[in-house]
């Protein structure tokens, strides 16, 4: 009798499951899918990173002379930690007399020499894997991570975030649509343990969220956008848009806006574009996930027609939030979005991170600015007034000692052998939550624009020209990025040294000599120590360039190619340091 009623439910259970595939549309995949996603969000509700965190910032000062100890412990039998004597580092004050600042110069040789296998130079003889930074350098720089970290840094950053998500947005994680593209494999095949800053646990539990595919290595850029874009469109009840930059969203729904007949018509027959060369067994797997649905193509098809004017809304009437940094360089594209395609919907960009560690979470989403709490148990952290910011061995100040309202350069030492590191960003702090300074970032060092030391920054020279656009009639500014013309080598155009600028523009097909010069003229109004300059012939006037929007996708694409960095990880280059990426826009300059 027992068999009899085990085997009646379990052959209900599947009768009503199959009842669901077909009133319901669901696959199988679908179905398990979703039963994946109930899973972590259950394991989500029982974590305590929040309180952790409280707590940390709470004593966020013992925290963090508490972790420099452990941090030197575990240092203290490799070699970089027997010439700076670890062992005999009593405290932060100590540390901090005994080892000088460091930038990534400093530490090229020790990393060139674990990457032939040697052991016990930056770090002990445990696992822990290289990682490609994120940067626009033109060339590829790797630092090493622990991989015990990797899983910290996402309990302290991913978990806190998707925490305060979770409150701030009811029901929003029950459905994440995330965009992005696999590492790039070819950079380092002749390495091993390699890997991207993004946390291998925090891509696995977002896996289980999302209604997306994960990339796969052999498909193409154009593939990995459509297939991803399909399979979001496909799905009326997506609640999230995740991205790691503003700029990947604005190309998802570019590439939506060429692209978006064939997807409808894929949606409508339940299979993908024959046009597409993805392998078979990627395509299999693919396809079994679609399912026919007429009604969702036809309502997809209406709203497309209607314009693209706040269609993420219309599309996905669930859409609660949008998760990508927004803030630096990528604020433009944030501001793009929110204006048209995303009116209506918040932003919230969830930490503040980098190759080297973890340095802040957004416990503010509702906020339009970001903002980032320092997690003290991250790293050891250190702080240059930007005044001084230009001397090699400035003196620092820690975390307890920042003033609110004043702009730092952030350094920190932390658990994979980086030793007072100068990271380059600078941040103001706009508060204090507890004990520990809450910081906004403003702009990184390597993008200030500086031919003769007048020091123009990235955010400055941003509000400089977004403010000469308004005097050009008609001109939206789409995209740019600006150079020294010293980089471009015989491409200079002049022996003055002078500014390059290139911007893709709307509703302008060209620009006059006199509207390009407004451009320099708002410099010298904004900037008395350039109009000096120019005043006394030191510096030339500023070259403005239009260039077509997708010249930038072309740079980020070469950018991540030098680097090793996958392509999402690339923040948008503003201010280009190196010939290649400069040669680049040089080359596509339409007038």
């Known amino acids: 009798m027992l068999i009899l009623i085990i085997s009646t439910l379990f052959l209900g259970s599947i009768g009503i ?7 319901k549309g669901w696959t199988l995949e679908g179905w398990l899918s979703k039963i994946r996603r109930r899973r972590c969000l259950c394991a989500l509700s029982k974590q305590k990173q929040r309180q952790i965190l409280e707590s940390d910032t709470k004593n966020a000062q013992a925290t963090q002379e508490t ?3 452990e941090i030197l412990q575990k240092l203290v039998d490799t070699e970089r930690g027997k010439e700076y004597h670890f062992n005999k580092i009593k405290d932060v004050s100590s540390f901090k007399s005994v080892h000088p600042l460091t930038r990534y110069h400093h530490y090229k040789d020790y990393i060139d020499r674990m990457l032939q296998g040697e052991e016990n130079i930056l770090l002990p003889s445990e696992p822990f894997t290289f990682v490609a930074t994120a940067g626009t350098s033109g060339s590829c720089t790797v630092v090493p991570v622990k991989t015990s970290i990797i899983n910290e840094n996402f309990l302290q950053g991913t978990m806190v975030c998707l925490e305060v998500i979770q409150n701030s947005f009811p029901g929003a994680l029950e459905n994440v649509a995330r965009f992005h593209f696999p590492p790039n494999q070819n950079k380092f095949e002749t390495q091993k343990n390699f890997s991207t800053w993004s946390s291998a646990s925090s891509s696995l539990f977002l896996k289980d969220m999302c209604c997306t595919p994960t990339p796969h290595p052999s498909m193409t850029h154009h593939e990995v956008m459509y297939t991803q874009i399909l399979f979001a469109l496909k799905d009326p009840c997506v609640t999230v848009l995740e991205a790691n930059f503003s700029w ?53 098809k209406t709203q497309f027609e209607n314009g693209f004017c706040g269609l993420a809304k219309r599309i ?12 630096g360089s990528s604020e433009l594209d944030t501001q793009i979005l929110k ?21 802040g979470v957004n416990l503010w989403p509702e906020n339009a600015a970001p903002r980032y709490v320092l997690c003290p148990r ?8 930007l005044g001084m910011c230009k001397e090699e061995q400035p ?3 820690c975390l307890q000692d920042v003033q609110v309202g004043e702009a730092y350069e952030l350094v920190l030492t932390n658990r994979a052998g980086l030793c007072r590191y100068r990271l380059g960003d600078v941040v103001r702090v706009a508060d204090f939550h507890n004990h520990s300074p809450i910081l906004e970032f403003l702009f990184r060092r390597s993008q200030t624009l500086s031919v003769r030391g007048e020091c123009i920054s ?30 471009l080598g015989p491409f200079s155009g002049g022996s003055d040294m002078h500014y390059e600028v290139f911007v893709a523009l709307k509703g302008v097909r060209d620009l006059s000599e006199e509207q390009r010069y407004k451009l320099d003229q708002a410099l010298q109004d904004h900037f008395p120590i350039y109009k000096s300059f120019r005043f006394k012939g030191s510096i030339g006037p500023v070259r403005v360039h239009l260039v077509s929007n997708q010249s930038f996708f072309k740079l980020l694409v070469l950018a991540a190619s030098l680097s090793g960095a996958p392509l999402d990880h690339i923040q948008p280059p503003r201010t280009l340091k190196y010939r290649n990426l400069a040669e680049s826009m040089q080359k596509q300059v339409l007038s």
């Open 17 to 23: 499951i199959y009842l669901l595939v077909i009133w």
């Open 339 to 359: 204006n048209t395609v995303c009116q209506g919907i918040p932003f919230y960009s969830p930490t503040y991170c980098s190759a080297e560690g973890l340095i």
């Open 248 to 300: 990947v969203l604005r190309e998802v729904f570019s590439f939506m806006e060429s692209n978006w007949e064939t997807m409808v018509t894929d949606i409508q027959r339940g299979y993908l574009n024959t046009d597409l060369k993805i392998p078979q067994e990627i395509r299999r797997h693919l396809e079994a996930c679609l399912i026919q649905d007429s009604n969702r193509a036809a309502d997809l």
């Open 458 to 487: 990235e955010d400055e020279f941003y509000k400089t020209l977004l403010y000469t656009v308004k005097l050009w009639p008609g001109a939206t500014l789409l995209n740019y990025c600006c150079l020294e013309n010293g980089i």
């Open 316 to 327: 996905w009437p669930k859409l609660q939030v949008i998760m990508a940094v927004g803030s």
């Open 395 to 397: 003196d620092t100040v």
């Open 378 to 385: 991250s790293a050891l952290f250190e702080f240059i007034p």
């Open 67 to 69: 972790l420099l100890l």
